[in-house]
């Protein structure tokens, strides 16, 4: 079973920088992805960016060329993190890890691609 948890939200100042943790565990396929996806106040879900198993990473429009995913092997699984930089307001949102059991990220981050979801982690900026 995949388990997924998120860490390394909190409260940021506008222009401040902020790295999410995904612990992500329990593949049983060698081919997978995993995503970062964000939930604003009275907003549907919207993804971010994915890897995939092979380390192959895709940006949706939404944040590109702020954001960085990355993806680290340890012994107890994936860790998938997620760089943001200068952060505004509108980042305000609850941030959720995804994971699906194919590596085709450009899927996996439309609405519905993921089926298995961490809690998420809070991030608010506010001066």
């Known amino acids: 079973q995949v388990q997924l948890v998120e860490s390394g939200g909190g409260l940021v100042h506008p222009g401040d920088s902020l790295r999410l943790s995904c612990a992500a565990s329990?593949?049983?396929?060698?081919?997978?992805?995993i995503g970062w996806f964000r939930q604003a106040p009275g907003k549907e879900r919207e993804g971010v960016a994915c890897?995939?198993?092979?380390?192959?990473?895709?940006?949706t429009d939404s944040m590109k060329g702020r954001i960085t995913i990355s993806r680290d092997i340890t012994s107890a699984g994936n860790i998938v993190s997620l760089q943001i930089d200068s952060l505004a307001r509108e980042d305000t949102a609850v941030y959720y890890c995804?994971?699906?059991?194919?590596?085709?990220?450009?899927?996996?981050?439309?609405?519905?691609?993921?089926?298995?979801w961490g809690k998420g982690t809070p991030v608010t900026v506010s001066a």
């Open positions: 995804g994971a699906v059991l194919h590596p085709l990220c450009e899927v996996g981050v439309l609405p519905g691609g993921m089926n298995n």
């Open positions: 329990g593949f049983t396929s060698d081919y997978y992805a």
């Open positions: 890897v995939n198993s092979m380390n192959n990473s895709y940006y």
